[in-house]
Nanobody
Framework: VQLQASGGGLVQAGGSLRLSCAAS????????MGWYRQAPGKQRVLVAT???????NYADSVKGRFTISRDNTKIAVYLQMNSLKSEDTAVYYC?????????WGQGTLVTVSS
């Protein structure tokens, strides 16, 4: 079971990035998929999640700036990040949960320069 994340990079404050994460197993088409992030010296925290039916949940810090979406045919989840701030700098991890599986991607670094 693998999740492959991509799309991180260096961007100036106010810019945009789009993260992608593809799952290797069809079981994840029924999963809750999401993005978490871990800034240097801090714990990993929720960014956004999306159910197989499309219900979304966002951290307050990213509401109105980030949009999570998924493609169940490709078994992929995306995170469109707009109006990026320096405090968004972190390693971003994709996640997929479908009982009893809780799977993590390898992480992709997002660096926002001010």
């Amino acid at each position: 079971v693998q999740l492959q994340a991509s799309g991180g990079g260096l961007v100036q404050a106010g810019g945009s990035l789009r993260l992608s994460c593809a799952a290797s197993e069809s079981v994840f088409s029924r999963s809750v998929m999401g993005w978490y992030r871990q800034a240097p010296g801090k714990q990993r925290v929720l960014v956004a999640t999306i159910t197989s039916g499309g219900d979304t949940n966002y951290a307050d810090s990213v509401k109105g700036r980030f949009t999570i979406s998924r493609d169940n045919t490709k078994i992929a989840v995306y995170l469109q990040m707009n109006s990026l701030k320096s405090e968004d700098t972190a390693v971003y991890y994709c996640n997929a949960k479908v009982w009893p599986i809780n799977s993590w991607g390898q992480g992709t670094l997002v660096t926002v320069s001010s």
